[in-house]
């Protein structure tokens, strides 16, 4: 079992940023494909970004160029930087993982293991 614990999210103004964490326990290292999905009331569960194994980033077009996912591998931790964030990007975010590759990385029967989610609201 690989739980997952997320910090991070809040409020922000329109144009902020906001960083979330999520804390792996366990030998995950370079195991695991580890994504970034939001859902915001009424709506489906959405992929927004993916860390593959071997470092392979993938983006939501409505994101790209905007967040970043990384690993801090030393902290079996992973990133979600948000930058201008927008109004459209208030959601709950989770973090999910599963182990090795996988190329659907946008769906979210593939992944085995979930953070509890966090909230992010964008509004002025």
């Known amino acids: 079992q690989v739980p997952l614990v997320q910090s991070g999210g809040g409020s922000v103004q329109p144009g902020g940023s906001l960083r979330l964490s999520c804390a792996a326990s366990?030998?995950?290292?370079?195991?695991?494909?580890v994504g970034w999905f939001r859902q915001a009331p009424g709506e489906e569960r959405e992929g927004v970004a993916a860390?593959?194994?071997?470092?392979?980033?993938t983006y939501a077009e409505a994101v790209k160029g905007r967040f970043t996912i990384s690993i801090d591998l030393a902290k079996n931790t992973v990133y979600l930087e948000m930058n201008d964030l927008k109004p459209e990007d208030t959601a709950m975010y989770y973090c999910?993982?599963?182990?090795?590759?996988?190329?659907?990385?946008?769906?979210?029967?593939?992944?085995?293991?979930w953070g509890q989610g966090t909230q992010v609201t964008v509004s002025s």
């Open positions: 999910a993982a599963r182990r090795g590759y996988c190329y659907a990385v946008s769906s979210p029967d593939v992944y085995a293991y």
């Open positions: 366990g030998s995950t290292r370079l195991q695991y494909l």
């Open positions: 860390l593959q194994p071997d470092g392979t980033t």
